[in-house]
Every structure is written in structure tokens, then in C-alpha cells.
């Protein structure tokens, strides 16, 4: 880093410096004009440090600034990104994979003038590289956009993504790829050819239906180069085979999408394995079998979703919820409310409208004690808004709306968001809010609050409430189709919408029954390698919340296995977070004990084996092409790979740069300023002592 510095000017001339050396000049004369006792060279002298000291304080008195410029050169930044997911592993071929430590070959090629950072990625994107490839899912395109925004506006110079090419989460990468501002380079891990192999492609269906219905299945089946093979697709459903069907394979390339009916007739979760029997020399025998698990309800939870007028949240709320089987939205005018049956409905959506405009809603809300969700906006009557409910007040003068980003509370402790979810919403564009002052009742929890341009305020945008036994829910601003189109733009899905409106309607439904000590987990299948999350709430005899005793459960795995825990207490409630289990089903019991009663709940999960790594054993290297193309690099195969220093060094557009950091302060600032002034008054003191003038 180098230093240079510069006296400069602010709002004073800098023509005035001629005139604090008058000054000095002036003072010095008169104190030294008429000596009695001086010599002539004493005399000069004291005249010289008198007027520099005064010519200095003077100086100092107009405020000139000191420019300082820092130069710090940066080197280009190289990241490393290498595919750690099990579908590496399918290549033996050690032509088509690359060996131990070439990562740090690489950076030794490339020597001190470039930066190196590596990194491995599956489903999320870890430091340092990795030979484990143990990942279960690939999300080529969330490990760009993570990259992307840790090392923006920094001096990237390229990226050196090895991979195979498949991917089964997230969105086509070659639509983030666009969003990286760097030379792309890739390693085409893998081997395209085809080999004879039978797999389930994809598997389409429904994770809930409700008993006494048919429910369809799409399986597609793939067979490459098995010509003259049949494809024997059988299902079972805990172990008997409730379908089978055989289809030959006409092709090379052959694919076909095979629709199977089955019936909901029993209550609870169903296990279904589908498999196509082997044939001789597969290359992969994982991908031949495919378990789904699928929810038999007895009936849909119905909420009543009101509004005065159309919007486009309202298709977007409705959509959200409904992403879950275990909920049906009917989505009404309030003017149509005479034609509805209210008591069929256990939650009420009251979408910028109010209860107070129907005499007979406000009645059954108040009788019925029956959650509300009020969300607020543009035509929300705030008088009413806040008569309605106590949790949130917006005091405003005027009827004006203002943009508020949303910022994710985590002390908020009423049920679970995942970090990814709270990450997307943080980034999400602004909602628009009521303008005005906001006020809290104290007893509610917020989930999101309110941030306005890059300042954080107080005020809720999200938030929960227990009033009295009923529960009410809070949203302050409109616009949640913004927040449907972002994520859908950035990550090709609403997952994060889906779990926010989803989780927010399970807890505002979960004690319609009023059921004293409830235990459910976050949701009823998880996936291999995800944490297991359960809650528990339990209440008083007022159906009060509480969370002073101690909670326990034990889940029991079909194999026989026993796990047991201790619930932690969070917020009002209970959270447990069991960390990742083996594949299986799992049975759980929740006991409880408060004051003389004992409660007991209990229920049933799955952790599910993720074979999607397995679904494709030929590489993609056409992406990979693609990537390096659209961005100025260049694909390289595991072979060529002492190639890559090369090319980056060769590469002009990969170079230091050096960034310019000025700074102003005010001289007078510096502190040995003062003590030069000291120093020349403290001498011409001791000149005048010595030579008898004091």
C-alpha cells in the first residue's frame, strides 16, 4: 500500500497563507524591534522562532485539510468451485475425475500474483475443497449466486467451476452465470457417453390425498442402450404390489412416461416403493428404485380469504397456502359473505378489509373466537384496522404508502422459518406500508419488521399475537406479488413464499381444537441428511400457552432403533431440533406433566432416501460449454487441466488493480502540529532566559 499526502483547501482561500506570514512577520517585529540586551544573531533568531510559531497558529486558524491517498493494489481474485455431489462418483475412470491436491497444484502454478479461494458445493457451498462427494442433492446455479454476492465489487478475476454438469435443485445456471461479471472456466468432470442402464427418470405426485379418493402417479421411465429390453415396472405399497406393468424398449434413447392410479384407503402416511427390474450389465442399479411417501387426510382445513376489492396478492396468497394439501382457500368478496357458512371455515384472511363492515362477521369472529389474519394496505380503513385487533396500531395523518424492505427478527420464536427462507426474504424487493406510526401491544412476537431504504426501524411487518385465546396474525403492507416474481425469477420456484404463508396459517390453526398438549413435527417427511424439527405447545386450563414443565419424547425407528430427547423451551412454546436421522419411519411419543395432569401426544415422521444423483449417469458438458462460452472463458477436461494456469495468465483482462481510498482531515487534527508550536515558543522562551530578557 502507498501513501501520499496533500494540503488542500475547504471553504478558505488558500491566498490567505501569504497573510499568516505577514502576520508572523508583524508580531515578531514589533516584539523584537527595539532589543535592549540582545546580540544581533540571538535577536534574528528569536525574530525566526516567533514568527514561525505565529505564522503556523495562524495557519491553522483557516482550516486547511490534509489530503491523504492510499493506493492498495488487489489481486485478481481466482475462486475455485468443485461439485462434491455423489454423481462424480459414478466415473471410475480416473481420465474423467480429477486426482487429490489439484487444487493446490493449480495455485501453485499460478504463484503469489493471483489470490486463490476454493470451494466445494452439493445443495449449499462450502470453503475449501472436498473429495467426500457425498452430496444428495446439486444446486449448480445457488453456488454462482452465493459466490456472486460474497465477493461483489471485489476484484474477481475467474471462476473455475469443475463439475459433470448435472444438477437437480435450483435453476438453469446459465441464467445466473449472466449475473457473475467474470471469465468463466470449467473442468467437464464425467463421462457423456450413454451405458446400458434402466432408471426412474422423475416421479410426479401429490405428497397428500384425502381417504376414499384415486390419486394419480406419473413415473418416468428411461432405458439407454437396452434395445430389445423390457422395462417391468412394479409398485408397492408396504410391501404388496398394487401395480405392475411391462413396456418394451424400442430404443436406444428410450423414454416413457407411465401414469398409474392408486386409492387412499386408509388414514395416515403411505409408503410407496416403485421399481424397474435390473437387466444384465447395468451400469447403476440406485437408480432403479424410487420411494414416495404420500399423506392420506381426511379432509381439508378450510380458510376463508375476504377481500373488498381485486388484487393480485389475493391469487398469490391463495396459491401460497394451497401449495399445501392440508389447506383449501376460498377466496370471497365481503359483500358476498351472506351466501358463506362461516362455521365450516377455521381460519379468516382479511385481505385490506375489515369486520366492522358486516355486523354478522364481527359477531362470529368475537363468539367463535376464530383465528384472523388481518393484512393491511392501500384501502385498509385504519380506524377500523385497529379497533379490530390490539396487536398493532398505525397512527397516521394522511393517507399516503411508503416501501419497506422486510428484515427477519431471529429471537422470533412461535415456529420455524429456515435460514434459507429468511435469507431470500431479506432480499426480497420492498412491500408497500401505510405511512405513519407504529405501536406494538407487548405481547405479540414479530417475525419481520419493517426497513425503510437501508435504515432498520421498530416498526412490524409481520407479526403474531394470542389475544385472549384467539389468535391473530399481522401483515402492514401490500404487494407480496413482487416477492412471487423475485423468487421466482432468481430460484425458478416460491418455496420461500410457500413456507411463510404455510407456517404462519399452521400456527394461527393449530389449536382450532383446542387440544391441551400438541406435538408435531415441521413437516411429516424429511429428507436424507436434513434436520429433523418437531414442536410442541401446551396449554393451561385458560388455554394459556406455558412452557415450565419439561417436555420428552422418544421416536422409535421401524429397524428398532431408540432415540430420545429433551424438548428446549422457545418463546412460549417448545422446539426440538433432532439433528439428521437415519433412513426409516419413525413412531414418536411426547409426555408432559403439569401439576397433577399428564398429557401424552404422539405421532409419526419419515426420513426419506434422496436418490437423485443416481437418476442421470451421463454428463452434460454441453452446460458446461455453454457457461464458459457466454462468459469469455473456456472449457478444459480433467486432462488438460495444467492448460487452465495458462490461460489465466494469458488473459488481459485478469489483472491487479489498484484502488484509490482519499481521505480529508483537518490539519489541526494532527497532534504534532501542537507539539512543533510547543516546541518552537518552549525554545524561544529559554533563548530570552539565557539571554536575560525574562
Known sequence: MQLLFSITWGSVSGWWTPVCLLLGLLYAWLMYRQPVSLGKGARYGLFALRTIAVFIISFLLIAPLVRSIA????????????????????????????????????????????????????????????????????????????????????????????????????????????????????????????????????????????????FEVEVLAEAYQAKGENIRLSVTEDGKQVFTQNDPVIADNFKKLVPLKLNADKKGIHKYTISIAPVKNEASLQNNTETIYVEVLDAKQKILLLYDGPHPDISVIKQAIEANRNYEVKASLVSDLPKLKLSDYSLIIMYQSASNSSGTLQDFITKSKIPVWYMAGAQTNLPQFNSEQKSVQINSGRDEMQEVFALPMAEFSLFTISDSTRNKIAHFPPLLAPFGNYSGSGTGQVLLKQKIGQVPTSYPLLAFNDENGRRIGILTGEGLWRWALSEYQTYGNHHALEELLGQGVQYLTANANHQRFRVYPAKNVFDEGENVILNAELYNDALELVNTPDVRIDLKSQSGKNYSFLFTRNGQSYQLDAGTLPVDEYAYTATAKLGNQQFKAGGQLTVKTLNLETRQTAADHRLLFDLAKQSGGQMVYPSQISRLADLIRKNENIKTVVYEDKHYSDLIDLKWIFAVILGLLSLEWFMRKREGEI
Do not use: C, M
Open 71 to 214: 493506493y492498495n493494489p488487489q489481486k485478481p481474485l481466482v475462486l475455485i468451485a468443485q461439485d462434491n455431489s455423489e454423481s462424480i462418483k459414478l466415473f471410475k475412470n480416473n481420465s474423467l475425475s480429477l486426482g487429490e491436491g489439484w487444487g493446490e497444484v493449480l495455485k501453485q502454478q499460478l504463484g503469489d500474483q493471483y489470490d486463490v479461494r476454493e470451494f466445494n458445493f452439493s445443495r449449499d457451498l462450502q470453503d475449501e475443497l472436498s473429495n467426500k462427494f457425498d452430496g444428495k442433492q446439486t444446486n449448480i446455479s445457488s453456488a454462482l449466486h452465493q459466490l456472486n454476492e460474497r465477493f461483489v465489487n471485489q476484484n474477481v478475476g475467474a471462476l473455475i467451476l469443475a463439475t459433470d454438469g448435472l444438477y437437480n435443485q435450483g435453476s438453469d445456471p446459465r441464467y445466473e452465470a449472466k449475473n457473475f461479471k467474470t471469465n468463466i472456466y470449467t473442468i467437464a468432470l464425467g463421462d457423456t457417453t450413454a451405458k446400458r442402464d434402466l432408471l426412474i427418470g422423475n416421479v410426479n405426485y401429490n405428497k397428500a390425498a384425502y381417504l376414499g379418493n384415486d
